[in-house]
T-cell receptor, first 111, second 117 residues
Framework: GEDVEQSLFLSVREGDSSVINCTYT??????LYWYKQEPGAGLQLLTY?????DMKQDQRLTVLLNKKDKHLSLRIADTQTGDSAIYFC???????????FGKGTTLSVSS | DAGVTQSPTHLIKTRGQQVTLRCSPK?????VSWYQQALGQGPQFIFQ???????QRGNFPDRFSGHQFPNYSSELNVNALLLGDSALYLC????????????????FGAGSRLTVL
């Protein structure tokens, strides 16, 4: 199976909160990341969390990490239409610096 | 401050041909990584260059090769193109020092979209 798994699609209304979930399999992962990709563009780093942290908040973004269950989530508060994009979860394993990405979650925000 | 720049943005090749993609890293970065992103998939790691040497390689055949120049820019070469090589090729740069013990934050370019017919 996939090393990093994400649900493929999420649809929310403008102003609501969005929660994008991710599971990973390597317990030795040191850092976990969330990237955003808009149509025709590269990947933009949103935030990252070190594996010994449970939570990280950055303005509208909240990352929760459950290391026991190998579960990562990204909460976007007050979701706007400009947040519509594909969101990728990625892990960095202890052995090297290469990032392992999930397939991405497409977030659709309707007004 | 320019970020990561890649060229060309789009190109079309036929099976069996060879292609070269180019990348200039973000100012202050010394490490370049290449990723392949097929349609509907997440990026997959191809290889990483630091100090003009390949430091790490993903699960890609040796038809994929690269080079890093003294100014830290990089090229990705793909020989004997297959239809399955059609993808967005992303270059990402970073500072090697933070990769050893820190978060190794990657800055991505907009990519080169390769179509193989």
């Amino acid at each position: 199976g996939e090393d990093v798994e994400q649900s493929l699609f999420l649809s929310v209304r403008e102003g609501d909160s969005s929660v994008i979930n991710c599971t990973y399999t390597d317990s030795s992962s040191t850092y976990l990341y969330w990237y955003k990709q808009e149509p025709g563009a590269g990947l933009q780093l949103l935030t990252y969390i070190f594996s010994n942290m449970d939570m990280k908040q950055d303005q509208r973004l909240t990352v929760l990490l459950n290391k026991k269950d190998k579960h990562l989530s990204l909460r976007i508060a007050d979701t706007q239409t400009g947040d519509s994009a594909i969101y990728f979860c990625a892990e960095r394993r202890q052995a090297g610096t290469a990032l392992i990405f999930g397939k991405g979650t497409t977030l659709s925000v309707s007004s | 401050d320019a970020g990561v720049t890649q060229s060309p943005t789009h190109l079309i090749k036929t099976r069996g041909q060879q292609v070269t993609l180019r990348c200039s890293p973000k100012s202050g970065h010394d490490t370049v990584s290449w990723y392949q992103q097929a349609l509907g998939q997440g990026p997959q790691f191809i290889f990483q260059y630091y100090e003009e040497e390949e430091r790490q390689r993903g699960n890609f055949p040796d038809r994929f090769s690269g080079h890093q120049f003294p100014n830290y820019s990089s090229e990705l070469n793909v020989n004997a193109l297959l239809l399955g090589d059609s993808a967005l090729y992303l270059c990402a740069s970073s500072f090697y020092g933070t990769g050893l013990s820190g978060a190794n934050v990657l800055t991505f370019g907009a990519g080169s979209r390769l179509t193989v017919l």
